[in-house]
């Protein structure tokens, strides 16, 4: 599933292809489930409106309209979009397809059909509203962190990608962020000292700005692979420390990684560097 990353990587492609400042001349619906609410009630609140500004918020990219709406896009685990031709036919993926004004058709593709729009009218908050904090927002400070884990019993990776503690986190950053931080998956939110939650809030701050540089994470070369705006694969996958590095060697300390199940999500660690105990087991 796309994280914040390779969100932020899709809204600076919509940018750099001048969908901010065009006008939607119409909406084909071919997946009625990809979008919010009733298809036609879709249409309408899109159709000769202009999309005035691009942002992300969490993993949601964020259009706003001219009419004060938001399209909010959710690309979940298969959700791409790409630019084409006036003339181009959808093709067996593509749930919706958006004609612009300029002749460009956006295309939603989505494999596995878990993707959503929405439009949210003016001043509707919907599901932005539960959102926690933006990792990457100068707001975030070690101190924002360390009081949203207060008195929070939950294991560290399970609270980290609930999207109400911290948004835009997925598994890759978490278990990325946790290796960083020396800290196991499983330790309870509640049990970090200060230095630790620090040492996570800059893990966590670390992770991501790579990330964005690189253009995301693309593992694989699947369809249902990370692919930007401009059909570009993430380069970040060569700067991952352990996400799907099981067996191999640690980069801090040579130990094997292992992989393991943690909230029903495959999660990698260093036995070495991150056991379930407060204090890592070396500190190199």
Known sequence: MPELPEVETVVRDLRAHALEGA???????????????????FRRALVGRTILRLSRRAKYIVAELDSG????????????????APDERPGPHD????????GRRLFFNDTRKFGRLLVLPAGAAGPLQAL?????????????????????????????LDQTTVAGLGNIYVDEALWRARLHPMRKADTLSPEETR??????????????????TSL????????????RRGRNADGLRVFRRD????????????????????THTCP????IGSQPAHSG
Request: some cysteine.
């Open 132 to 160: 926690g904090p933006e990792p990457l927002d100068p707001a975030f400070t070690a101190t924002a962190l360390r009081q949203r884990l207060a008195g929070r019993r939950r294991a560290l990776k399970p609270l980290l």
């Open 95 to 102: 749930q919706v397809v958006l004609a612009l004004h300029d």
């Open 23 to 41: 006008a939607i001349h119409s909406a084909e619906i071919r997946w009625p489930r990809s979008v919010g609410g009733r298809p036609e009630a």
């Open 199 to 216: 040492r996570l809030h800059a893990s966590i701050r670390a992770v991501l700005k790579r990330a964005v540089e690189n253009g995301g």
């Open 220 to 231: 694989g070369d699947g369809q249902a692979n990370f692919y930007s705006v401009a059909g």
């Open 272 to 275: 070495r560097c991150q056991p």
């Open 69 to 84: 709406a938001r399209l909010l896009i959710h690309l979940r685990m298969t959700g791409k979009l790409r630019f084409g």
């Open 247 to 266: 067996g191999q060697p640690c980069p801090r300390c040579g130990t094997p990684l292992a992989r393991s199940v943690v909230g029903q999500r495959g």
